[in-house]
């Protein structure tokens, strides 16, 4: 295998090997064999044309027209002429796929269904980042600039997956690229024959550099150990520096095993809960059943955010630890408080693939396989070592806390340490949020009062507006916007209640998960993506962290913040409940399928059947499909011009059977002479214009391999050229157009497919037709110089005759 051959399978390799990261977006991994079959396509093209010794723009320009050929084919063969050339159906075809697939990517959640146009993108990427990586190495033979768009494809992989894309996948896509560093390093050296690794200390002389085989040392060893250690740094350090705890390695899940090791530093969710809300089906992602008595108030809580810095609400940097087989108790609740303990069977469907386990608050106690770990601060389970909730099914106790008004009411201080980690609040916190709180909890007699007023203030009284559109964000620039504005959905009126009742003294942090659901025909509950909700916990010593709704037409208003009402009822008009309905719906209704914005407008109500067509829209117009089909046809017959042109050559040579006179023969050997030279030339033996014809036969006897009958062809034409061209009279000189067929036909079968095959469709002597046209151009220079300059001359000449006269 050759060097640019070797060079081109480690540039596929490295691509796919840097495609991986993109498994973790979609839930079927089935595109990544498409992409691998046409990536291999398109690099075999670009070998095949490279092996013909084609120009490096060819060269690109076959290998793009490949890959638009073939998308069109697996994307868009319905809309293409003849199902394979791209025409302006097909093209329309096409981008509208990838706005499709465009609006996808911000719809669904990670992983998110293969769509054709989520499809489109991701195979399109790895043909357009192979396309480029194949031009770098290969083609231009610069491996290093290869590793851009390496890096670009896996850099996309993580900011999509929110830095899920892990550390086994960088391994993979940093390993094609040293793979690719090796072979390019190879290659160089082949071209300086033996290499010497400099002098040995065991022997010197001419043994010196070489090993006891008598091979030579390369320098490619050293260099790969220098790869290996520059990996092996970039990969250790961040791990073990503090300051990068949530670098390349960390991924969104725990690390370590042990009972007490690792710790947990995650993503926020709240980046994708957004688009989680805005989704247009309603896809679940878990269902479940309970022995509660009332699933209004099951929320499945993902993990609490309880650390406010000014720019965002995230999670601590906590110790994980094994989990126990009895939770311990929750902090800060006391024995006086009623608590039921209720069981529930959890099924998360596989497209959710979630680090952290949904579970009702407080859980008591957890009965699932795989690998998870539990952080005790917030009493979650968090998968370890890629552990993830996708197709997981288990079993959960957990403890109804139901205090009463008066128990919140007279509850002490909490501890100082709570106090001091759950109350903290950035410097770069506006005045307006204190403020702002002071005045809606004026006249409170205790914490309890202040937090129920908030609760209200934010569902009902305060004039805010619930609206999943409007910009998220969760620093404190956006909690000053949101209390200006009044609009926002779950996670402004959580984490600003929040913010505002730490400026109170009050404890509290952000949670992160789903609401309850909805009841089905057969008693379970289905949670689907638009019931992913946040809420705020306030933390009440002899209670602990307690929820509260402030989120207007969200989940349920819990119980305890109505001191003077009765528990709530499902069938309570007064409360907010659509987070779950009381019973099951046959189909989905007009406003379940549509966008939040246009209920809020009034706009939703029979949808016209998908796909129905205007008859009145007008069609492509004839003459753009015309001047599709030729576009389509020129660019299909650019690659095959040398081949034409060498036809037309070589018909017109031989074209002529006979003449009048004998400067037409003569004329005829010359011809016949040429296009010998020229098919010697097409078959890589380049024409030397310095030896005569005889020795130039020869010549090309020799190096062609010739035998037999193209032998003597060959001799024949020389001998009628030399005739030509020595003798006093031509006389009798001839040459047959047979002669010429059989000479080319000894040099086609000595040659090797490869040969045949670029002496035909890139034959080496058609470059005559370019030296032609650039001595026609300088030929029309030339003369266009001269009369220019007789029309001065004759000008100067005029001159002195006018002015005498």
């Known amino acids: 295998m050759s060097g640019r051959s070797q060079l081109a399978l480690c540039g596929f390799a490295a691509t796919m090997m840097a495609a991986g990261s993109l498994l973790p977006l979609v839930e079927t991994?089935?595109?990544?064999?498409?992409?691998?079959?046409?990536?291999?396509?398109?690099?075999?093209?670009?070998?095949?044309?490279?092996?013909?010794?084609?120009?490096?723009?060819?060269?690109?320009?076959?290998?793009?027209?490949?890959?638009?050929?073939?998308?069109?084919?697996?994307?868009?063969?319905?809309?293409?002429?003849?199902?394979?050339?791209?025409g302006p159906q097909s093209v329309q075809r096409l981008a509208d796929l990838l706005t499709a697939g465009a609006d996808d990517v911000g719809r669904y959640a990670i992983?998110?269904?293969?769509?054709?146009?989520?499809r489109l993108m991701l195979v399109g990427g790895v043909l357009l980042v192979g396309l480029a990586v194949d031009v770098l190495a290969v083609t231009l033979r610069a491996a290093a600039p290869a590793g851009l768009p390496l890096l670009a494809l896996y850099s996309v992989a993580a900011g999509l997956s929110d830095g899920g894309a892990g550390w086994l996948w960088f391994l993979l896509a940093a390993g094609g690229y040293l793979l690719l560093l090796l072979a390019e390093g190879r290659d160089r050296l082949s071209h300086w024959g033996r290499v010497f690794g400099g002098v040995s200390r065991s022997s010197g002389g001419l043994a010196a550099g070489l090993d006891g085989s008598g091979r030579p040392v390369a320098p490619v060893r050293t260099g790969r150990r220098i790869g290996v250690v520059a990996l092996g740094i970039a990969l250790a350090v961040p791990a073990a520096l503090p300051a990068l705890d949530g670098g390349l390695l960390s991924g969104t899940g725990g690390s370590g095993r042990g009972s007490g090791g690792g710790t947990i530093s995650a993503v926020n969710p709240l980046v994708s809960l957004q688009n989680n809300l805005n989704q247009p089906e309603n896809r679940e992602v878990m269902s479940y059943r309970t022995n509660s008595t009332d699933p209004q108030d099951l929320y499945l809580r993902i993990q609490a955010l309880d650390q406010f810095n000014g720019g965002e609400w995230r999670p601590s940097t906590r110790r994980l630890s094994d989990v126990p087989d009895t939770l311990p108790q929750p902090a800060g609740l006391a024995g006086d408080v009623a608590v039921t303990e209720i069981r529930t069977n959890i099924s998360a469907s596989r497209s959710y693939q979630q680090t952290y386990l949904p579970l009702p608050y407080p859980a008591s106690e957890v009965d699932i396989r795989g690998r998870w770990r539990y952080e005790p601060e917030g009493r979650t389970l968090v998968g370890d070592d890629g552990q993830t909730t996708g197709g997981a099914r288990y079993e959960v106790s957990s403890l109804v806390v139901e205090p009463t008004a008066a128990q919140l009411a007279g509850s002490m201080a909490p501890r100082s340490d709570v106090a001091r980690e759950y109350t903290r609040v950035p410097g770069s916190l506006p005045d307006v949020v204190e403020e702002t709180a002071e005045q809606v909890t004026q006249g409170s007699a205790n914490d309890y009062e202040r937090a129920v007023k908030l609760q209200d203030w934010f569902a009902s009284e305060g004039g805010f507006r619930y609206d999943t559109t409007v910009t998220s964000g969760t620093g404190t620039a956006a909690i000053e916007r949101f209390l200006k504005d009044k609009e926002g959905f779950c996670v402004h009126f959580s984490f600003?209640?929040?913010?505002?009742?730490?400026?109170?003294?009050?404890?509290?942090?952000?949670?992160?998960?789903f609401t309850p659901g909805t009841v089905q025909a057969d008693g379970s509950v289905s949670v689907g993506l638009r019931d992913a909700h946040a809420w705020p916990e306030l933390y009440f010593e002899g209670v602990g962290w307690t929820r509260f709704e402030p989120t207007p037409s969200r989940g349920s208003t819990p119980a305890y913040t109505r001191p003077d009402?009765?528990?709530?009822?499902?069938?309570?008009?007064?409360?907010?409940?659509?987070?779950?309905?009381?019973?099951?719906?046959?189909?989905?209704?007009?406003?379940?399928?549509?966008?939040?914005?246009?209920?809020?407008?009034?706009?939703?109500?029979?949808?016209?059947?998908?796909?129905?067509?205007?008859?009145?829209?007008?069609?492509?117009?004839?003459?753009?499909?015309?001047?599709?089909?030729?576009?389509?046809?020129?660019?299909?017959?650019?690659?095959?011009?040398?081949?034409?042109?060498?036809?037309?050559?070589?018909?017109r040579r031989l074209g002529s059977s006979g003449g009048?006179?004998?400067?037409?023969?003569?004329?005829?050997?010359?011809?016949?002479?040429?296009?010998?030279?020229?098919?010697?030339?097409?078959?890589?033996?380049?024409?030397?214009?310095?030896?005569?014809?005889?020795?130039?036969?020869?010549?090309?006897?020799?190096?062609?391999?010739?035998?037999?009958?193209?032998?003597a062809a060959v001799h024949r034409v020389a001998g009628a050229v030399e005739q030509v061209l020595y003798a006093p009279a031509p006389g009798a000189a001839s040459a047959s157009a047979e002669d010429v067929q059989e000479v080319r036909a000894g040099l086609r079968a000595v040659a090797g497919r490869w040969?045949?095959?670029?002496?035909?469709?890139?034959?080496?002597?058609?470059?005559?037709?370019?030296?032609?046209?650039?001595?026609?151009?300088?030929?029309?220079?030339?003369?266009?110089?001269?009369?220019?300059?007789?029309?001065?001359?004759?000008?100067?000449l005029r001159r002195p005759s006018r002015q005498q006269g």
Do not use: Y
Not at 38 to 62: E, F, N, P, Y
Not at 591 to 619: F, I, K, L, N, V
Not at 677 to 682: F, G, L, S, V, Y
């Open 565 to 651: 009402a009765p528990s709530q009822n499902p069938s309570d008009p007064a409360l907010p409940t659509d987070g779950a309905s009381a019973a099951p719906t046959a189909a989905p209704s007009a406003s379940e399928s549509c966008p939040a914005q246009m209920r809020r407008q009034g706009e939703c109500g029979a949808s016209a059947a998908p796909g129905a067509a205007d008859p009145t829209e007008p069609g492509t117009p004839v003459g753009t499909v015309v001047l599709w089909v030729l576009g389509a046809l020129a660019v299909l017959t650019l690659p095959l011009v040398p081949m034409f042109l060498r036809t037309r050559i070589r018909s």
């Open 496 to 513: 600003t209640m929040a913010a505002m009742a730490r400026t109170l003294g009050i404890p509290a942090r952000v949670a992160v998960g």
């Open 755 to 796: 040969g045949r095959l670029r002496a035909t469709f890139a034959p080496r002597s058609a470059v005559r037709v370019i030296w032609t046209l650039a001595d026609r151009r300088a030929e029309l220079g030339r003369r266009w110089s001269e009369r220019v300059g007789r029309d001065r001359w004759a000008a100067r």
């Open 660 to 711: 009048r006179t004998a400067a037409d023969a003569s004329a005829r050997v010359m011809a016949a002479w040429r296009e010998i030279t020229d098919t010697a030339w097409d078959h890589g033996i380049p024409p030397d214009e310095s030896q005569t014809p005889r020795k130039a036969a020869a010549r090309v006897v020799r190096l062609g391999g010739l035998d037999g009958p193209a032998v």
């Open 111 to 118: 992983p998110a269904p293969a769509t054709d146009g989520i």
């Open 29 to 86: 991994s089935k595109w990544v064999l498409h992409a691998a079959f046409l990536l291999a396509l398109q690099s075999g093209v670009g070998a095949l044309a490279r092996r013909m010794r084609l120009a490096r723009v060819l060269t690109v320009s076959l290998q793009v027209l490949v890959t638009l050929l073939t998308l069109t084919v697996v994307f868009a063969r319905e809309h293409a002429l003849f199902g394979v050339l791209p």
